[in-house]
């Protein structure tokens, strides 16, 4: 065992559920060429900035990047993503499932189109492949957090494992 300390960059990221529950808005990260996610879809979060909470954290970036205010949300779990991306980063997530809002969300932000998309066809989508993976415990029945480790080789999740508790 490493006497190595992780130093994580911590963010949130959401999905935020239509009011009839049967599709998630999305951002498809298209506009920036330096978007280490560029092409893929995906939730809506960023990083925690000083001074804030994980809660403040995801109510301050779905502002930000959709124009709708937060009513309710859940954390649905967590998720330590290691190697991730070209920067082969290290990230904390907190994963929150928003289920009440006020407002009408943006059609676009400065990383790309929002849409709403289907929760049937989410699996059809360009994202990373480990999204898979957590993707069913963020809209499954089960009350329990997920709390998930994913290391990546490239594109490729490796290593994943997750709990429920």
């Known amino acids: 065992m490493s006497d190595e300390i992780l130093k994580p960059i911590v963010g949130t990221l959401g999905y935020i559920l239509s009011k009839d529950r049967k599709s998630v808005l999305m951002v498809h990260r298209i506009t920036r060429s330096d978007d280490d996610n560029l092409g893929k879809f995906n939730g809506v ?3 925690l900035e000083s001074g804030e909470s994980v809660a403040e954290c995801m109510i301050r970036e779905i ?6 205010e937060v009513t309710h949300m859940t954390l649905r779990g967590t998720l330590c993503w290691a190697d991730f991306g070209p ?6 997530g907190f994963v929150f499932l928003v289920d009440g809002f006020k407002g009408v969300a943006r059609t676009e932000n400065e ?4 849409r709403w998309i289907p929760l ?5 989508l360009p994202m990373w492949k480990g999204d898979t993976l957590f993707l069913p415990l963020v809209f499954d029945s089960d009350p329990r957090q997920f709390h998930g480790f994913m290391r ?4 490729e999740p490796k290593d994943w494992r997750c709990s429920r508790g």
């Open 45 to 47: 979060g960023g990083k």
């Open 152 to 155: 990546y080789d490239g594109e």
């Open 63 to 68: 502002r930000e990047e959709t124009g709708l």
């Open 120 to 124: 049937k066809d989410i699996p059809n």
């Open 87 to 92: 920067k082969k980063q290290d990230w904390l």
């Open 111 to 114: 990383e790309g189109p929002l």
